[in-house]
C-alpha cells in the first residue's frame, strides 16, 4: 500500500473532534489546573460563546460533557449558570464496573487485584497514619462490634454488617497517601460492596455462627494496633493473611469464579 493510501485509511480512522469537544478539553484543563476551582462560576454563556466563537448549541454540548464527568453543574433558566463541581469518583466507577463486566471479568480477579493492593496501602498507612486516621477507623471498628453485641446470641444484621466492614476497607486504602491507589479501590467499589451484601446475606442463617463475626473485629482491632505502633512490615502481613481468608470464605461455593456481570441482574 503506498504512503498515500495510507494516509487515505488512518484518516478514515481518526476522527476529528468537535469543536464542542475541543472547548470542552480547554475548560477541562482549566480545570484540572487548578484555574477554576469547585466552587468557581462559568462566564455567562454570551461571553464564552464570543470567546469561543461559536454557537449556542456548541458551547452547550462542551457543557453537557462535563457536567456527565461531574466536573461542572449546570443550572437552567434566566438565572441559570454553570459552576464548577468536584469530580465524583463514583462516576469512574460506574464506567470501570461496565468494562469489567463487559469482559467477563470474575469476583476471583477482582479480589485478586485487592490483595495486592490493600495490604500495601496498610503498610503505607502505617508509616503515614494521623491520629485522625486512627479515630476514624476505630469508630468504625466499635460500630462494628455494636452491631454485632446489640443482636446478642444472634448474627448481625446483614446490610449494616457488610456496609461498616466495607468502610472499613475503603479507608485503608483511602488513608494510605496514595492518591491512585485511592482512587483504584473506589473503582472498585460497587463491585465489592454488593458481591459482600450478596454473600453475608445468603450466609446469615443457622449454619452461622457469631465466633466468625467476632474474629473479624478481632483482625480490625490487631491492624489497628499494628498502625498505631506504625509497624509497616506487620501490618501489611497481617493485612494481607486477613484477605486471603475472607477471600476463601466471600469466594466459595457457588461464588466462586462467578461473572461480575451477574451481579447486576
Given at each position: 500500500?503506498?504512503?498515500?493510501?495510507?494516509?487515505?485509511?488512518?484518516?478514515?480512522?481518526?476522527?476529528?473532534?468537535?469543536?464542542?469537544?475541543?472547548?470542552?478539553?480547554?475548560?477541562?484543563?482549566?480545570?484540572?489546573?487548578?484555574?477554576?476551582?469547585?466552587?468557581?462560576?462559568?462566564?455567562?454563556?454570551?461571553?464564552?460563546?464570543?470567546?469561543?466563537?461559536?454557537?449556542?448549541?456548541?458551547?452547550?454540548?462542551?457543557?453537557?460533557?462535563?457536567?456527565?464527568?461531574?466536573?461542572?453543574?449546570?443550572?437552567?433558566?434566566?438565572?441559570?449558570?454553570?459552576?464548577?463541581?468536584?469530580?465524583?469518583?463514583?462516576?469512574?466507577?460506574?464506567?470501570?464496573?461496565?468494562?469489567?463486566?463487559?469482559?467477563?471479568?470474575?469476583?476471583?480477579?477482582?479480589?485478586?487485584?485487592?490483595?495486592?493492593?490493600?495490604?500495601?496501602?496498610?503498610?503505607?498507612?502505617?508509616?503515614?497514619?494521623?491520629?485522625?486516621?486512627?479515630?476514624?477507623?476505630?469508630?468504625?471498628?466499635?460500630?462494628?462490634?455494636?452491631?454485632?453485641?446489640?443482636?446478642?446470641?444472634?448474627?448481625?444484621?446483614?446490610?449494616?454488617?457488610?456496609?461498616?466492614?466495607?468502610?472499613?476497607?475503603?479507608?485503608?486504602?483511602?488513608?494510605?497517601?496514595?492518591?491512585?491507589?485511592?482512587?483504584?479501590?473506589?473503582?472498585?467499589?460497587?463491585?465489592?460492596?454488593?458481591?459482600?451484601?450478596?454473600?453475608?446475606?445468603?450466609?446469615?442463617?443457622?449454619?452461622?455462627?457469631?465466633?466468625?463475626?467476632?474474629?473479624?473485629?478481632?483482625?480490625?482491632?490487631?491492624?489497628?494496633?499494628?498502625?498505631?505502633?506504625?509497624?509497616?512490615?506487620?501490618?501489611?502481613?497481617?493485612?494481607?493473611?486477613?484477605?486471603?481468608?475472607?477471600?476463601?470464605y466471600l469466594l466459595r461455593g457457588e461464588l466462586h469464579n462467578k461473572p461480575v456481570v451477574d451481579l447486576f441482574d
Amino acid at each position: 500500500m503506498s504512503s498515500i493510501n495510507a494516509g487515505m485509511q488512518v484518516g478514515r480512522l481518526v476522527r476529528a473532534p468537535k469543536t464542542g469537544e475541543l472547548i470542552a478539553t480547554d475548560l477541562r484543563r482549566q480545570i484540572v489546573r487548578g484555574v477554576l476551582k469547585p466552587g468557581d462560576t462559568l462566564p455567562p454563556e454570551l461571553q464564552l460563546m464570543e470567546q469561543y466563537g461559536v454557537s449556542r448549541p456548541t458551547l452547550r454540548e462542551a457543557f453537557r460533557i462535563l457536567e456527565a464527568e461531574t466536573l461542572i453543574s449546570v443550572r437552567r433558566g434566566s438565572r441559570g449558570g454553570a459552576m464548577v463541581t468536584s469530580p465524583n469518583p463514583s462516576v469512574a466507577a460506574r464506567y470501570v464496573g461496565l468494562l469489567l463486566q463487559i469482559q467477563g471479568t470474575t469476583l476471583d480477579d477482582v479480589y485478586e487485584a485487592r490483595m495486592i493492593a490493600e495490604p500495601a496501602c496498610a503498610r503505607l498507612l502505617a508509616k503515614r497514619r494521623t491520629k485522625r486516621d486512627l479515630a476514624d477507623l476505630g469508630e468504625v471498628v466499635d460500630r462494628l462490634q455494636a452491631a454485632v453485641d446489640a443482636r446478642g446470641d444472634a448474627l448481625p444484621e446483614p446490610a449494616e454488617w457488610s456496609r461498616l466492614t466495607h468502610l472499613f476497607h475503603e479507608l485503608v486504602m483511602e488513608r494510605s497517601g496514595n492518591r491512585t491507589l485511592a482512587v483504584q479501590g473506589a473503582m472498585l467499589q460497587d463491585i465489592v460492596a454488593m458481591h459482600l451484601m450478596i454473600r453475608v446475606s445468603r450466609n446469615f442463617d443457622a449454619t452461622e455462627s457469631p465466633e466468625r463475626f467476632h474474629r473479624a473485629i478481632k483482625a480490625y482491632r490487631k491492624l489497628l494496633a499494628l498502625l498505631e505502633a506504625k509497624d509497616a512490615d506487620a501490618a501489611e502481613r497481617h493485612w494481607r493473611a486477613h484477605m486471603k481468608a475472607a477471600a476463601e470464605y466471600l469466594l466459595r461455593g457457588e461464588l466462586h469464579n462467578k461473572p461480575v456481570v451477574d451481579l447486576f441482574d
